[in-house]
């Protein structure tokens, strides 16, 4: 993580970590927090930046308004109480921030009673982290709720990452060729799709299909070999992934054993997703995505 002192560094930054989370409705102010982790704020913001991919500020804003939007959904409390006790001097600071974030006003998202957009929080502990070769390398999961939907493309039955013999190496960008070659992008709705139907595998997930699809909003026909797809509504743990696909085995492995435990989630045996923001992602062997993992609150943990 840092070189040969690497366990050391590794400690104090989760130090940093497990701080924030405990006073998240207080005051936290960088200087502070630097001193906290024996470094200079300027070592200290450059180090969080380089493992999170966030600047301070950014982690506590989110994580505070990520915590007050789960308030909003598992309590009746008052909006001020929730606005307060998460850190925020006014309702309208509150109303703001949150608005700014989540796109909607924290009543508007009561009303709806979905969780989306929620930030959790980045966890080192003693527990293995993920892959060296990420950017950034400590990773922090995203919980989202999608709908239902309507979804086109081209599909292939592949050995996937956890098979002996896996190939989706040579399928899966053969399959997004194909879709880009026949699919023109303005008639694509959100962002191109890899679907991965890990709940019609026969054999515990080893092979499954495998789309390269996205919704479709245009009105000719559908191209040769395409086919329609319907994926039910679903809450996921929304997973960052940046570096070499080589390295996305490690990144699901340390999710299911390191992340998911204590998380208050367990997952579902279902239909997975790759999200691709942009086209120019899927090419070469960096990859930039998320990696969707159907979840839904464990009744153990309570």
Known sequence: MFGANARAAQNRLDAVLTYIHQ?????????????????????????????????????VRELRLSRAAEALLSTKARQLDIALDCGFDSEISFNRAFKQVFGCTPGDYRRKGVRSGLKTPIRIGNTPLPPAELTPRLLQVRVESRPAMELVGVS???????SSQPNFSSIVPALWREFLAAMPLNECAGPLLGVLEVSRSEDQGKSFPYWAAAEYRGHSELPSGFEKLSVPAQQYAAIPFQGPIHALDKTLEWFLRHWLPGSGYRALYGVDLEVYPQVNTLSGDHTAMEYWVPIEPDPTNV
């Open 23 to 59: 006073h998240l409705g207080g005051p936290l102010k960088v200087d502070f927090l630097a001193s906290q982790a024996g470094w200079s704020r300027w070592q200290f913001q450059r180090v969080f930046g380089a493992q999170t991919g966030l600047s301070v500020a950014q982690y």
């Open 156 to 162: 292939k039955i592949i050995q996937g990452l956890f």
